[in-house]
């Protein structure tokens, strides 16, 4: 490396001289992600846990604190205590209730992908069947995984369609 004072910059460090360099940058935000429908498997969990979570999390809250409003206090501190303990409560039930299912919806898709070879709208609905099955697998009857599976087939396959179609 050349001294500072006699170059009057700094030069590029010999560690750096031979790497590759990118051609261009991306001129549209639709080149930064890959062809078609789709993210790659750890940015789909990711970005859906993550999504889901803080979804279920505001709206269980709020439902909380709405019930909380309802149920009220004799002065305005226990009426605030009131709605802190029941958005506290249903909140982040809700928020982790929602992860976990889309945590299991996003890797029974990418598994039914991978076996089948193609990425269409019987993958996702397969796929929440599954998770919604798999959440309640461990209920003394049936009637709870059957009524999670066929509700969140439901819900997912509505929004893949939803979002192969571009509406969301």
């Known amino acids: ?19 590759p360099r990118r051609a261009e940058a991306p001129s549209t935000k639709d080149e930064l992600f890959l062809e078609g429908y789709g993210r790659q498997f750890g940015e789909k969990m990711t970005y859906s846990v993550g ?29 605030l205590n009131s709605v802190l303990n029941s958005s506290t409560r249903y909140g982040p039930a809700l928020g982790n209730q929602s992860a976990i299912i889309t945590m299991f919806y996003v890797s029974f898709h990418g598994l039914i992908s991978w076996v089948r070879g193609e990425d269409d709208v019987g993958n996702a609905a397969a796929a929440g069947l599954l998770a919604g099955g798999f959440y309640k697998c461990a ?29 969301l």
């Open 51 to 79: 999504l889901t979570y803080g979804l279920g999390l505001l709206s269980g809250g709020f439902y909380g604190a709405m019930l909380g409003v309802r149920q009220g206090g004799a002065t305005s501190k226990l009426f």
């Open 1 to 19: 490396m050349s001294d500072y004072l006699s170059t009057g910059g700094i030069s590029r460090p010999d560690i750096l001289v031979n790497t």
């Open 139 to 167: 209920a003394r009857s049936w009637q709870p995984p059957a009524k999670y599976a066929v509700v969140s087939a439901g819900v997912f396959s509505g929004l893949d369609t939803l979002v192969r179609t571009g509406y």
